[in-house]
């Protein structure tokens, strides 16, 4: 099986074969441009001394400064986080924010430490890579297991190493320049893209069964959203288990369960079901929303869906996508389906630039823009090239990334 950066540049390798690209652009275009690997020591809460390894990998800005999440995890290492990273890269480029590609994160179990514990390393994560990061160079963000308040110690530590700076990060909480609508952002991108791929395939969201793998703040918004346009959420699930409905899930009951227990495990009305299960769930679209790489060569042959849409950041590996391509089940991927966190951080930039707080529906209605202008490229792109959705994504985004590498010049 390839590995996490490998599975990147097969894709990227696609469309450079399509758009007929050498070798010198891929080179230009797919070598990360700074890796910055700084090791973390902070004193415990019991006196002894913790030691971590953080990264921060600014894969390319010639369309705007770096722009990529934080994760807290421990498989956060170097091949990962080049891989989300370069993402980020054809991210931005696809849903046509001013901004480049850059992820990061901390080798850590953040489960195993207090919240004290927590701000110190987070404060030392920040004096490590302040000198590369900056409003107008590169603006971390939430990822895997960090949230605003992440995002409000990097913003205030930051702040005293180089003045007060709220654009610096992105992901903040309200009270500290962030912006209306973030929360829910990617989840509600994820539902404006499966809208857009169903009614381009003569379809309605209403009456569409889900199956959603993740129930963190992704897969539980775009399962509120889904819902409450009509589509049944008929399976979900977290890392301790799953729920099961055929009928579909009361999910606005759901999300009071999981405020209550914790997980969506023993839901009333619903049966236990596995996260290996659910990818195997009869439904209509399959949401891998929790972590990468769970669609595989070993169960791609398994998947009951017609579309995968990919909310989770790389969450099919290139031979499951060749085994499903090859099956007919479209796969919305990652760069377009999540899309939307991306683009709503952007419109936070924008408000803490201009001093600005701008309301929930001018917000929604820009993301909505966003999305469905992403859509419209990626589709005409498999139109033109005849060729999956995945590699069509590619496409648009190599195409907008070389354009503006090759107007600024190789120095």
């Given at each position: ?332 991927p990652d760069i377009l389906a999540n899309a939307g966190g991306v683009a709503v951080s952007y419109l936070e930039w924008t408000q803490n630039r201009q001093a600005q707080e701008w309301p929930e529906h001018r917000v929604n209605q820009s993301l909505e823009e966003h ?41």
């Amino acid at each position: 099986m390839h590995r996490a950066y490998e599975t990147t540049n097969l894709y990227v390798d696609r469309a450079f074969d399509l758009l007929g690209l050498g070798e010198s652009y891929r080179t230009l275009l797919i070598t990360p441009k700074r890796e910055l690997r700084v090791e973390l020591n902070i004193e415990m809460d019991d006196g002894s001394i913790g030691n971590f390894s953080g990264y921060r990998i600014q894969h390319d800005n010639s369309r705007g400064p770096y722009k990529g999440g934080l994760r807290y995890h421990p498989e956060v290492d170097l091949d990962e986080v080049r891989s989300l990273a370069s993402l980020m890269t054809w991210k931005t480029a696809l849903v046509n924010v001013p901004y480049g590609g850059a992820k990061g994160g901390i080798q850590c179990d953040p489960s195993l430490l207090s919240l004290r514990e927590l701000e110190r390393l987070t404060r030392r994560f920040v004096e490590g890579i302040a000198i590369a990061i900056g409003p107008d160079i590169d603006i971390p963000a939430p990822d895997m297991n960090t949230n605003p308040q992440v995002m409000g110690w990097i913003f205030d530590h930051y702040s005293r190493l180089r003045g007060y700076a709220p654009a610096v990060v992105t992901g903040k909480p309200i009270e500290l320049g962030g912006s209306q609508g973030r929360s829910a952002a990617t989840g509600r991108g994820c539902m404006i893209t499966i809208r857009e791929v169903l009614a381009r395939d003569g379809k309605a969201l209403a009456g569409q069964r889900f199956a959603i793998q993740g129930f963190g703040n992704v897969g539980s918004w775009l399962a509120r959203l889904l819902y409450a346009e009509g589509a049944k959420v008929i399976a979900v699930s977290d890392v301790n288990g799953g729920a099961f409905n055929g009928d579909g899930l009361d999910v606005d009951a759901l999300v009071k369960h999981v405020a209550e227990t914790g997980s969506v495990v023993n839901f009333p009305g619903s049966e236990p079901i596995s996260n290996t299960e659910l990818l195997a769930v009869d439904c209509d679209v399959l949401v891998p929303a929790a972590l990468g790489h769970v669609l595989t060569d070993r169960n791609a042959n398994d998947v009951r869906a017609k579309y995968v849409l990919e909310a989770a950041n790389a969450p099919t590996t290139a031979d499951a996508d060749d085994i499903l391509t090859s099956r007919g089940i479209q796969c919305i991927p990652d760069i377009l389906a999540n899309a939307g966190g991306v683009a709503v951080s952007y419109l936070e930039w924008t408000q803490n630039r201009q001093a600005q707080e701008w309301p929930e529906h001018r917000v929604n209605q820009s993301l909505e823009e966003h999305m469905v202008a992403a859509h419209r490229a990626a589709a005409q792109a498999m139109q033109e090239y005849r060729c999956s959705m995945r590699t069509a994504a590619f496409v648009v985004a190599v195409q907008r990334v070389k354009r503006a590498t090759d107007l600024r010049g190789l120095g």
